[in-house]
């Protein structure tokens, strides 16, 4: 394999945007009409904000996968709330959802709990709260100005969810290229021992990470719960896997070190726009799930052959794009180390 | 260095047999306070029920513990329980040939299945979790596709195919047999084989088990295809029992599969698991969750003490030093 074609393999993520995009937009009946692309707007922004939490956590080496239960705890809560008034109901919501991501930090930095299986469990007794404290019955919303949250628009037209992800990628952007925060979590996820001799608190820093991710699902978790009026408490059985499925074909590894927010914008839309495209193409919403799968696969599939051509650049850490399709050979099939 | 008393040399290797034997001590303890509490929990009648009831979990728990020794994990074997369970019923085995059928095929597709991961992650070195979470959204939305999303049933299944999960043998129910045969093959398969040898030494170290000329690829392809073996066969068992099935009955098996798994004491970097171990963490699981029904705790509850459970196994496995098996 020659190093042009390792070259292309590395902006994997732009190609598969433009070949969809292509795609959809001169074939798909459609597309271009306001409806559809409100509905796409909303649809990749709900996810989006929490794309960019998990992209701060998993460049720093983590991982999460509690955000689905998140997301229902939130929706119940600023629901639940509501009497209190929206802006009281807003903030408790948030504090759960941050509450919760502090103690996935918790789990994973004092009791040195492997993320995978500490966000696991924090996943499952979220849901069994959600679940019992609302009796798995949705809550229904009591405020109709609540809803105008997830459903208005402004500048004539643009949903404002997608103006809280904007918000959310601009913030997480600078966060990780122009603040000494940011460098320090590509520095922990490179290399954790090292970021540690060389004074980084990483502990806190890994704290704050799952804190950040948490909370970007509580916001998640309110715009779905404005936009349905019901705080659902099944809800977001699926986030998890999605978002992740998002920030890794953004560039991002699971060992850490690498990712961008722009790298995970391009993966968060190539998943709304495959999901839009096969919408509009009125294929069956079973395709999407297999769609997707098939997507991860020729992911991870062509990581693998990238890196497996002698061309291998060095990491830089201060750029913070995806070098080659990077992946330490830990393992056999790299799995976690603990 | 200062030689030890016999005594003192007794109770450390106690201490030792106590650290590597934990979970049943857990298991015992958990059974004896629900003992003492309730009266209903310690009849034959009881108990045959939660070996009854763990034994679908079970199996798919001692399939991904052979992965994760392998240091893989495999979060496919939800959907291809699923799989196999919906493809068992679609089969209708109302006659004996379409019984044998509806047992061949599901297995033959899982094994299948299982034997993609086990390629793509073994020849490729794949991550683990992306390649089983991609093929997890493969299989569920093919299932989906296969039966339109709407539940299938079988009526008038043949008798063979109903003792699969509701047959007794000696007072004792089938399923319950098909969990001890497939418990006592993998630990010998373990201990006793060089196949056993082959995936500890890959979990432990991959690279080093390579250059050894362990053919790392071929095991980890063998481990994955026994994972998703355990899930058809628990499949199977499944759409005997229910026959009338949800296309989205598999979902959080491979979550309540790794709590088990973790509950035993496994380690999740690999080298390190033993089968009996994770037994013994299904059987805390189902005890744990009979006791709850005893107390007629809601179901949700009981979703919620499973989350916990695994929180402190792993914190308490996670800060303990445990000791070399």
Redesign the interface.
Known sequence: MNSRFTTLLRRRTLWFLIVLLVWVSVLGQGFWSVANLQNLVVAVSVEGVMVMGMTIVMIGGGFDLSIGSVVALSGVIVVKALPLGKPVAVVLALVAASAVGLANGT?ITR????P???T??????????V??YT??QPVPGTDPAFMSLGRATIFGGFPLPGLIFVAAFVLSHMLLTYLKIGREVYALGGNEESARSSGIATDRLKMLSYAICGFTAGISGIVLAARLNTGSPIIG?NTA?NV??AV?LGGAS?SGGVGSAFGSLGGLLCIGLLGNGLNLFDV?A????????????L???L???ANRSPQVSTRTVADGRPASGE?P?A???????? | MRRRDPVSRQVSRVSALVGREWVWLVLVAVMVLLATTSSNFLTTGNLLNVLRQVSIVGIVAIGVVVVLISSNFDLSVGSILTLAAVVSVQMQPVDPPRTLLAILAPLALGCTVGAANGLIIGLLRANSIIVTVGMQFVVTGCVLLYVAGQHVRVDNATPFYFAVSGGYLFGIPVPVYLFLLVTTLCHLLMTRTLFGRYVRAIGGNAEAARLVGVPVARYVLYAYIISAAGASVSGIILASRVRNLDPTVGIGYEFSALTAVVLGGARLSGGRGNVLHTFAGVLILGVVANGMRLFNLPFNMQLLVQGIILVVAVALGASAKVDER
Request: charged letters at 10%; zero cysteines; glycine letters at 10%.
């Open positions: 789990l009791l040195r709990v492997n995978f299986i500490a696991l469990g924090t996943m499952v007794v979220v849901r069994g709260l679940m019992t009796n798995a059985e896997l992740i499925t890794l699971l069956p079973y395709y999407q799930r297999i769609a997707q799968g098939f997507l991860l696969l992911l991870v599939v990581e693998r052959l992946q050979s393992g056999a099939a790299g799995g976690l180390s603990s």
